[in-house]
């Protein structure tokens, strides 16, 4: 009710998108989005910069430098940006966190940090800190399809390709980002008779791949999670659904230790991949709090065909731990810090690593 006032004062087409998205963010969801041509063209602009940004703190640092064929070399992981174009970050992120909201702090830091720099222009003053001295930099923007088309193209090769690598004795590290239905085969055949199998779900996982990782990892068929839906009989009443299993009584499953990385970016089908591998005892989970946002999506059309989704239905654990917003259970909490990004650590991988060989 509080935004009817806010949709009567919208004087055009942008304003009123704009609000459709500040409600849709009060869900507190990351599954929660508006898609809107006129917010990506008009209100926060299709042009962004070749880098993405970690809110560490109350620190803005680049984390990673998207493409190589678009960098220009001004810039590098650890760069921690304090204006654009002579504002304050943190004044911009402020403004951005009225119409966006996460799941939990870390869920919601990464929904903002893309739109940080995204410009209607195609050019950008920065102010950085590095080694202790500020820089201006003038950059130049790329529609953000530009900086897409090239990591498509690295994703679509790697789909295709053997991805499991042991990276220490007797420990293999396969990021489940990149397997898909044409290389899983082959990277389990890789992986099959590993001690230590570390399975990074900090980018996402490939939906059609899931029941059969779950077969190789689960010694047996295995109940992992209870869900929650709507009665629409009964406005404001949530059920119980049952719950299926993944996994088979396979005597061929995996029988070394499996390790889980996780963080925000460990979201949805990542949430519910993990907890699946959970239900195998000798799994551990090793990260920072995930994105909270598990389940299915379900879509909303506002008037002017303005299309959202956001989470349908509650995924708990088996003692009716809930997920949502929470995120997954962590069995070693650890964080990448701004030190580690400036000197290229991946601080999850090293502690894992670490707790496997003491």
């Known amino acids: ?98 119409v966006f909201k996460g799941a939990n702090p870390p869920s919601e830091r990464k929904i903002i940090s893309p739109y940080l720099c995204s410009s209607t222009k195609d050019k950008m003053e920065l102010t950085i800190l590095r080694s202790g001295k500020q820089k201006q930099i003038n950059i130049e923007l790329r ?58 779900l900090r980018s996402g996982i490939n939906d059609p791949v899931i029941k059969d990782l779950a077969n190789f990892i689960l010694p047996k068929e295995s109940e992992f999670f209870k869900s929650t839906y709507s009665d629409t009989n009964e406005p404001g009443l949530l059920r119980i659904a049952n719950s299926y299993k993944l996994g088979k009584n396979n005597g061929e499953h995996f029988k070394g230790n499996v390790f889980v990385l996780v963080n925000e970016n460990t979201q949805s089908s990542a949430e519910f991949s993990t907890m699946a591998f959970q239900a195998n005892p000798k799994t551990k989970v090793i990260g920072s709090q995930t994105a909270g946002s598990d389940g299915n999506i379900a879509m909303f059309h506002f008037p002017g065909n303005i299309r959202t989704v956001f989470t349908g239905i509650g995924i708990y654990y088996l003692d009716m731990s809930p997920t949502q917003r929470v995120g997954i259970k962590i069995d070693h909490q650890v964080k990448q810090t701004i030190e580690g990004i400036k000197q290229g650590k991946d601080e999850i991988l090293e502690k894992c690593i670490f707790l496997i060989t003491g």
């Open 1 to 98: 009710i509080n935004f009817i006032p806010k949709f009567k004062k919208a004087s055009n087409t942008s304003q009123y998108h704009l609000t459709v998205q500040e409600l849709s963010s009060k869900l507190y969801d990351c599954h929660s989005m508006v898609r809107s041509k006129p917010l990506d063209e008009d209100v926060f602009g299709r042009y962004t910069p070749n880098f993405r940004i970690t809110y560490i703190d109350t620190t803005f640092v680049i984390s990673k430098i998207r493409t190589a064929k678009y960098d220009d070399k001004q810039l590098q992981a650890g760069d921690v940006i304090l204006k654009i174009n002579n504002t304050p970050i943190k004044d911009r992120y402020d403004e951005l966190n009225k």
């Open 143 to 200: 529609d953000y399809w530009d900086y897409q088309e090239e990591e498509n193209k690295i994703t679509d090769k790697l789909e295709k390709e053997l991805l499991a690598k042991e990276i220490e004795a007797d420990i293999y590290y396969l990021n489940l980002n990149n397997v898909s239905k044409s290389n899983l085969q082959q990277n389990i055949d890789k992986v099959k008779d590993a001690k230590n199998l570390i399975l990074d």
